[in-house]
Every structure is written in C-alpha cells, then in structure tokens.
C-alpha cells in the first residue's frame, strides 16, 4: 500500500514558506503540528488576534521552533489554506478508477471533495474568512491551488458532456457551482447537518445537477447508476423508475 503524502510535504514550491529545517519529513511532521494549532485558533478567535506565542502554546512548542518552519504568521496561514487544497488535490485522482463511467466518476469525485470538506470544515471556513489576510503574493498561491483542483472536477464534466450524457454546459460555471456546493457543507453546517447527513447531502446534491444537465440518454444511464448503488439516504429510490423509463 503506497504511504499517503504530507499535504505540507513538496505540495508548492518550497521558496514559498522557507523553512531552516531541510529534513523534509521532520518539516511535514512539525508543520502539520503547527497548522493543526493554528486553524483552531484561527477559526476560535480570528486570524488578526492570534498570535504566534498563541500558536506555539497550543501546539505544545516554543515560537522559536515554530519561526524555523514558517518566517512569519502570514506563512502560517498560508500553510493552513494549502492543506486543505492540497487535500482536495491528492483525494479526487485516488477516488476514482479508470473503468469508472463518466456519471460514477464525477460522482466519486463529488463524493471525495464534500467529505474532505466535512474533515476539514474549520480549515474550509477559515479559507473563506482569511484568504483576504495574506499578501497579494500569497493570495495568488491559493488560487493557483484552487485552480488546479477545480480542474480534475471539470475533466469528469467533460468526460460527460463528450459521452453524450450531458448537453452542452458552460464547464467553468458548472465546476464552481459543484465547488460552492460542497463548501457550502461547511459554511452552514449548524444547519445543513440538522437537517441532512452528509450521505444525504452528497446524493441530493449530485442529483440535482446531474437532472440539470442530463440528456435523455444520461438520464438511462444515471438510472443505472442508481440501480447498481443502493442509496444510503434512502431517498433517492423513487429516481430509480424515472431512469428505467427512459429506456
């Protein structure tokens, strides 16, 4: 089984967030210990009213260790933003397979990236409310990272719309209104989860779009899907019938 990669090991460039430190594995272990206490006390009390020593004490270090691995606070944030990024990035390619159908593919991928948010919410809602902290150079690595992500999900859009499956879409759109979607999870989870598992979320959400853009033939094949993927919410079961009678 291949070890799974640190999100803070090699993830960008490493000019970036100069660390003193060049053991890259000592690097990834202790940033992640940082950024753990970080996106806490972040997400807890605001980004401008944590400091540093706040950091490091929560981390159960020094903050001179911590300025070995990060120069600044602002480096700090960034390392906090790019794990959930980078996340994103090593989930969606690992959740699907090549003998997957268009339609199972972009649900895997939905799938992979809603539930990293539901991990991660903190580090996803702290991305909202503090990306406008960092320098504008900073600001650019984060979106380069989005961006990048973003990608994988509009590859399985085309895959579809190429397979006839779905009609022609504008594939940019449609890949950030997925995005929203699932980071919709974590910006009103007091109340989404009173109301829905995230099971249900995923389902009722991929439902959704997939009868927004689906043609008749996408429709047939949706309904297969749902035919071989008993769904856990239960309340899909009815969608069943409409997709066999597309046949």
Not at 7 to 30: H, I, M, N, Y
Not at 81 to 110: C, F, G, H, M, N
Not at 144 to 164: M, P
Request: with cysteine; proline share 3%; net charge positive.
């Amino acid at each position: 089984m291949k070890k799974q990669r640190s999100p803070l090991a090699g993830s960008f460039d490493q000019a970036v967030v100069k660390s003193q430190v060049t053991d890259e594995k000592l690097v990834a272990k202790r940033r992640e210990q940082i950024v753990s206490a970080a996106i806490e006390l972040f997400s807890e009390q605001g980004y401008y009213l944590t400091t540093v020593l706040d950091i490091a004490r929560k981390a159960g270090v020094s903050a001179g260790l911590i300025y070995q691995y990060a120069q600044t606070k602002e480096d700090v944030l960034l390392l906090s933003l790019v794990t959930v990024l980078d996340s994103y990035k090593q989930e969606l390619p690992r959740s699907v397979k090549a003998t997957d159908d268009p339609i199972q593919a972009l649900w895997k991928s939905l799938d992979a990236y809603c539930r990293v948010i539901d991990r991660r919410r903190s580090a996803a809602v702290l991305a909202y409310r503090s990306t406008k902290s960092l320098p504008r150079p900073q600001r650019e690595i984060i979106k380069r990272l989005e961006l990048e992500t973003n990608e994988y999900l509009a590859d399985r859009l085309r895959d579809c719309v190429s397979a006839g499956l779905f009609r022609e879409i504008n594939v940019d759109l449609v890949t950030y209104q997925l995005v929203l979607y699932a980071h919709a999870w974590a910006l009103k989870h007091w109340r989404l989860s009173a109301i829905t598992t995230i099971d249900g979320y995923i389902e009722q959400g991929f439902d959704f779009f997939v009868h927004a853009m689906a043609t008749p033939k996408g429709l047939v094949d949706y309904g297969r899907f749902l035919s071989a993927r008993p769904p856990k919410s239960g309340r899909l079961k009815g969608k069943r019938k409409a997709g066999r009678a597309g046949k």
